[in-house]
């Protein structure tokens, strides 16, 4: 304990969610770093009246990163850009995202990176970095672009969503992974399948609950296995997206050496065909929202430990976008301020512990993506902290939504288990439900410092 130290804040009396476990713990934050874990006394505060935060029945946990953003910026605007999306990640209690590239132009270049990049720096809510979407016809310039300033790692889509970003074949997968050695992150539905199935099985329906038939557990299998086999002969990291089906678990279960897995709040929240009847459209996404089975499959998943990140996939479209008749309906729900309270509601109904949730959406995002002093409640690292109330009882509604669309799918939700305070590098920028300042920066990582 350095008593000498005054402190710009203490969060006094939490129960602190460090990387060993839950510990009661005062934590000191000087200059935007964690300086300080254990007894604190209150005279080692720089200000008796503002430093001190009363952690008594609060959960202190490491800065929330969302590791799968979609913010729209440049060019669909309409739904959302890059200051909405962080407002809102600031206002559900998220310190950093990594935003994907199927925005307008594409993120493929290191002239649209760079622009991303300064677009962001304007206003933002909260850190953030950027994945470049890896193309068959970039893949030669991978080993160099991907260390391009502000990138997380390099994205494809084996199967098709929003925006024309697309790499459905082995060959094109392959020359992806074989250029660069960071992570690559993976939507994985085939897209070959999918085409066959549209017109098999779709045909000309316009049932939302059709989604996830034709978008079929066997096309999300066939992209995954392809993807995993062509990582193992180059030895390179994949890091499969938003997996839904109990299929996929298992097999990755046994594929760990080359493969991390992702699940997002919604697959773990809505199941079929109940989400369909109730909700239509707002819940179509991809890969779709299943049948409880996979459901089931996936929090045994989390539970044993083979799923390494959870994610929200904030993807927002606007109510008059999804009121379009399906299958013209786009694909998506905003999510990155829901993801807190949703998995804190999750974690009072004992579907997880407060630990592992905090593995899956701090500690995860920092070993997969190998962030640079972000991630953990360590001494050193940046002052990222989202401090949760584990008891508060309240509604999720469409009013609280920071999104430009300005809905959400939980609209309605009574949860138990909110965010009451985000701590960006020592700033306060969220407190009680009240934004204060945008003082986001570019991440840093260990692989490109
Ligand atoms: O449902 C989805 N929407 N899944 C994706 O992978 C992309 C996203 C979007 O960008 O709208």
Avoid at 27 to 39: A, L, M, Q, S
Avoid at 313 to 318: L, M, W
């Amino acid at each position: 304990m350095k008593e000498n130290l005054s402190f710009d804040y203490i969060f006094k009396d939490g129960k602190v969610v460090l990387p060993s476990g839950i510990v009661d713990a005062d934590i000191g934050v000087k200059d935007g770093i964690i300086e300080e874990i254990g007894k604190i006394s209150k005279e080692s505060a720089s200000s008796v009246t503002d430093s001190i935060i009363d952690c008594n029945n609060l959960h202190v946990l490491p800065g929330v990163i969302d590791s799968q953003v979609h913010f729209r910026e440049p060019g669909l605007e309409n739904k959302e850009n890059l200051e909405s999306g962080m407002k809102a990640a600031a206002a559900g209690g998220v310190t950093c995202v990594f935003e994907m590239p199927n925005t307008n132009p594409l993120t493929i270049t290191p002239e649209a990176m760079a622009d991303k990049l300064q677009r962001a720096s304007r206003v933002a809510w909260t850190d953030y970095a950027f994945y470049l979407g890896g193309t068959g016809r970039t893949s030669s310039n991978l080993s160099e672009w991907e260390n391009l300033e502000g990138t997380c790692g390099i994205k494809i889509f084996i199967g098709a969503s929003t925006g024309d970003l697309i790499t459905p074949s082995d060959e094109e997968i392959e020359a992806v992974i074989s250029n660069g050695k960071r992570v690559i992150a993976v939507h994985a539905e085939d897209q070959y399948i999918m085409d066959r199935n549209k017109k098999e099985i779709l045909g000309s329906s316009t049932d939302v609950s059709m989604h996830n038939i034709w978008r079929s557990p066997e096309s999300c299998l066939s992209a995954t296995r392809r993807v995993v086999e062509i990582a193992k002969k180059y030895k390179r990291r994949v890091h499969i997206l938003h997996i839904t089906t109990a299929e996929e678990m298992e097999y990755l279960k046994m594929n760990k050496d080359v493969a991390s897995v992702e699940v997002l709040a919604n697959h773990l929240s809505f199941s079929a065909p109940e989400c369909y009847e109730r909700l239509g459209t707002l819940v179509q996404q991809n890969p779709p929202i299943r049948e409880k089975h996979h459901q089931d499959a996936l929090w045994r998943a989390i539970n044993d430990n083979t799923v390494d990140i959870l994610a929200s996939d904030h993807a927002p479209h606007t109510l008059d976008e999804k009121a379009q008749t399906y299958p013209s309906s786009p694909s998506g729900t905003p999510g990155v301020q829901t993801l807190v309270p949703v998995m804190l509601n999750h974690v009072s109904n004992k579907k997880l512990s407060i630990e592992r949730l905090v593995d899956l959406w701090s500690h995860g995002p920092h070993r997969i993506h190998k962030i640079h002093n972000k991630g953990q409640i360590t001494k050193g690292y940046d002052a990222d902290i989202t401090l949760v109330d584990l008891n508060k009882k309240m509604t999720i509604t469409n009013a609280q939504q920071k999104s430009r669309t300005g809905w959400t799918p939980y609209d309605g939700l009574n949860v138990t288990g909110w965010p009451v305070m985000t701590m960006i590098r020592g700033n306060i920028v969220m407190r009680e439900d009240e934004l204060l300042q945008p003082i986001g920066q570019q991440v840093k990582f260990k692989e490109t410092m």
